[in-house]
């Protein structure tokens, strides 16, 4: 534990990139085998489900500390984080223990099958046997959070560096669902265990926000101008047999879609097929939350697949009998896409599986056009890749491009705050904001995004001393500050007050020029609410 500790006040004491890289390098080095393996894990997002809940935790502190429980619930807002909080009430213990990483991970995961008294044993134990960094990090797995300022990119370099790898192929082998505690890391990163491994996904490709004048970009006849659906991005793989449907947040949401199993059987072994999946009934787009009333749910009814049919807009193809392909340019995958796509149409014409349509666009004239008329196309905008561009990882500019409409925007009333977490603990800067109706404030959406430095420290001031009421974390304040909200969408809640939620809501800027009675209405929400679903 004590060398991940080290890794992670190496992480702590500076932000520049290489540096932390080096860092991650020097530790893959000098740490045993299955150390390493966990902390690639563990800074990748693939943390161990928490074994001992908040309740017993707080229960824990409190007799340790002998703290007021509201004293304990203050430290929590001022700190912004538990596993931070309970690292410094506890009282000061000598840093005894020589665990390493895995056995801690291991004992922790054990817990999970143990009784409340068992656990209590355990955590208060390693509490009085811990300090510094080496207790924070033990919090902070104890809690199930595990952010500390690392990218997965500078994971990625590392290993790239460690195991001489290009960067592609080192986020391709540890995308996936692969468990730590039976991974070697140094056989993750071979071919060999990628060729096991029927499941794996590809990084998926992403867009900056196009950010170029059209006279830069060259020829429109360079680009294929697609449309950007709001759905679920997702990678359809079909190898020796199985099906295996991961979302881009590396998801396996295989058994959630029953419309493409029989894909399995249709599609020749070593496929994967990268695309938008999103709700079509009666050749419509449905909204996106409709889809999400599938999500949620654990069973799926016969009515649920009847509301809410799903279908695939396929973007790319990635795999082709089993050579991965994604080096070739974008127009030949894409002709090679059509062609198996017409070959399963042809042996199953009821398959939810449509290309992508490439806009056929003369000029950029037209390609604003296509863009300004996005809603119509029950699309965000479009995509912008170039002919001859690679499917490459992560986010990276120059050839592809999403140029999303404009956002719907809404002026409201902000009525609550509450402070944020990590770097924000000590500001206001979580908000919930009103619109008028009929004489009252009603609450539509929460925004805590979109405000700079000086603004957040403005407004935190301001609040502080405008503070009608508190209610724990939340505060009241008086109803005078208007924001201007923008969203990507809006869809009918009856858990909502206000009988609305948007989607994406954000800040998009401080309306000093406006009083609270000028903040738009209800009657407002539900105008665009109307529009936005006739379109």
């Given at each position: 534990?004590?060398?991940?500790?080290?890794?992670?006040?190496?992480?702590?004491?500076?932000?520049?990139?290489n540096?932390?890289?080096?860092?991650?390098?020097?530790?893959?080095?000098?740490?045993?085998?299955?150390?390493?393996?966990?902390?690639?894990?563990?800074?990748?997002?693939?943390?161990?489900?928490?074994?001992?809940?908040?309740?017993?935790?707080?229960k824990?502190?409190?007799?340790?500390?002998?703290?007021?429980?509201?004293?304990?619930?203050?430290?929590?807002?001022?700190?912004?984080?538990?596993?931070?909080?309970?690292?410094?009430?506890?009282?000061?213990?000598?840093?005894?223990?020589?665990?390493?990483?895995?056995?801690?991970?291991?004992?922790?995961?054990?817990?999970?099958?143990a009784?409340?008294e068992?656990?209590?044993?355990?955590?208060?134990?390693?509490?009085?046997?811990?300090?510094?960094?080496?207790?924070?990090?033990?919090?902070?797995?104890?809690?199930?959070?595990?952010?500390?300022?690392?990218?997965?990119?500078?994971?990625?370099?590392?290993?790239?560096?460690?195991?001489?790898?290009?960067?592609?192929?080192?986020?391709?082998?540890?995308?996936?669902?692969?468990?730590p505690?039976?991974t070697?890391?140094?056989?993750?990163?071979?071919?060999?265990?990628?060729?096991?491994?029927?499941?794996?996904?590809?990084?998926?490709?992403?867009?900056y926000p196009?950010?170029?004048?059209?006279?830069?970009?060259?020829?429109?006849?360079?680009?294929?101008?697609?449309?950007?659906?709001?759905?679920?991005?997702?990678?359809?793989?079909?190898?020796?047999?199985?099906?295996?449907?991961?979302?881009?947040?590396?998801?396996?949401?295989?058994?959630?879609?029953?419309?493409?199993?029989?894909?399995?059987k249709?599609?020749?072994?070593?496929?994967?097929?990268?695309?938008?999946?999103?709700?079509?009934?009666?050749?419509?787009?449905?909204?996106?939350?409709?889809?999400?009333?599938?999500?949620?749910?654990?069973?799926?009814?016969?009515?649920?697949?009847?509301?809410?049919?799903?279908?695939?807009?396929?973007?790319?193809?990635?795999?082709?009998?089993?050579?991965?392909?994604?080096?070739?340019?974008?127009?030949?995958?894409?002709?090679?896409?059509?062609?198996?796509?017409?070959?399963?149409?042809?042996?199953?014409?009821?398959?939810?599986?449509?290309?992508?349509?490439?806009?056929?666009?003369?000029?950029?004239?037209?390609?604003?056009?296509?863009?300004?008329?996005?809603?119509?196309?029950?699309?965000?905008?479009?995509?912008?890749?170039?002919?001859?561009?690679?499917?490459?990882?992560g986010?990276?500019?120059?050839?592809?491009?999403?140029?999303?409409?404009?956002?719907?925007?809404?002026?409201?009333?902000?009525?609550?705050?509450?402070?944020?977490?990590?770097?924000?603990?000590?500001?206001?800067?979580?908000?919930?904001?009103?619109?008028?109706?009929?004489?009252?404030?009603?609450?539509?959406?929460?925004?805590?995004?979109?405000?700079?430095?000086?603004?957040?420290?403005?407004?935190?001031?301001?609040?502080?001393?405008?503070?009608?009421?508190?209610?724990?974390?939340?505060?009241?304040?008086?109803?005078?500050?208007?924001?201007?909200?923008?969203?990507?969408?809006?869809?009918?809640?009856?858990?909502?007050?206000?009988?609305?939620?948007?989607?994406?809501?954000?800040?998009?800027?401080?309306?000093?020029?406006k009083?609270?009675?000028?903040?738009?209405?209800?009657?407002?929400?539900?105008?665009?609410?109307?529009?936005?679903e006739?379109?």
């Open positions: 534990m004590k060398g991940f500790s080290t890794l992670y006040e190496r992480f702590d004491q500076t932000t520049k990139t540096e932390k890289i080096a860092a991650m390098r020097d530790y893959l080095i000098g740490a045993p085998a299955e150390d390493a393996v966990w902390a690639v894990a563990i800074l990748s997002g693939r943390r161990p489900k928490r074994a001992v809940n908040t309740g017993l935790l707080w824990w502190l409190y007799e340790l500390t002998e703290l007021p429980a509201w004293l304990l619930e203050e430290s929590y807002h001022v700190a912004g984080d538990l596993a931070e909080t309970m690292s410094l009430l506890l009282p000061p213990a000598a840093d005894h223990s020589e665990k390493p990483l895995h056995t801690i991970i291991n004992e922790l995961q054990s817990l999970h099958q009784s409340e068992e656990k209590k044993t355990y955590v208060t134990g390693m509490w009085n046997s811990l300090s510094g960094s080496s207790l924070f990090l033990f919090n902070k797995l104890l809690t199930g959070g595990f952010r500390v300022g690392v990218s997965e990119k500078i994971i990625i370099k590392a290993l790239a560096q460690v195991y001489k790898l290009d960067e592609s192929t080192v986020a391709h082998r540890i995308s996936g669902q692969w468990n505690a039976a070697d890391l140094a056989a993750l990163m071979s071919e060999e265990y990628h060729g096991t491994d029927l499941s794996k996904p590809y990084p998926f490709y992403l867009a196009l950010e170029q004048d059209f006279s830069e970009l060259g020829e429109v006849s360079d680009w294929i101008v697609e449309r950007k659906y709001d759905g679920i991005r997702g990678q359809i793989i079909v190898r020796e047999g199985n099906l295996f449907i991961w979302s881009r947040g590396e998801d396996l949401l295989t058994d959630k879609f029953p419309e493409f199993h029989e894909l399995s249709l599609l020749p072994s070593g496929t994967v097929i990268d695309g938008e999946i999103l709700p079509v009934k009666e050749d419509l787009i449905l909204p996106f939350h409709v889809m999400q009333t599938r999500i949620g749910r654990k069973q799926l009814t016969k009515k649920a697949l009847s509301d809410a049919p799903l279908q695939m807009i396929c973007y790319d193809l990635l795999e082709e009998n089993g050579n991965d392909i994604r080096t070739l340019p974008l127009q030949e995958r894409r002709m090679r896409l059509s062609a198996l796509l017409d070959q399963l149409h042809g042996s199953a014409p009821g398959m939810p599986m449509q290309l992508s349509p490439d806009l056929a666009c003369a000029d950029w004239d037209t390609v604003a056009a296509e863009r300004d008329r996005a809603r119509e196309t029950s699309s965000e905008g479009l995509m912008l890749k170039r002919r001859d561009s690679a499917y490459g990882t986010r990276r500019k120059g050839s592809w491009w999403k140029w999303k409409v404009d956002p719907l925007t809404i002026d409201g009333v902000m009525i609550y705050a509450q402070k944020g977490h990590g770097r924000r603990a000590n500001l206001y800067t979580d908000f919930t904001f009103a619109v008028w109706d009929q004489g009252d404030l009603v609450p539509f959406c929460k925004a805590y995004s979109g405000l700079t430095d000086k603004e957040m420290s403005e407004v935190d001031a301001w609040i502080k001393k405008h503070t009608l009421n508190k209610f724990g974390p939340v505060r009241a304040v008086e109803p005078e500050l208007v924001f201007e909200i923008a969203f990507e969408g809006i869809q009918p809640s009856p858990r909502h007050k206000s009988g609305i939620a948007l989607r994406f809501p954000r800040i998009a800027r401080w309306r000093l020029d009083s609270a009675a000028a903040a738009n209405t209800k009657e407002d929400l539900l105008a665009i609410l109307q529009q936005h006739q379109s």
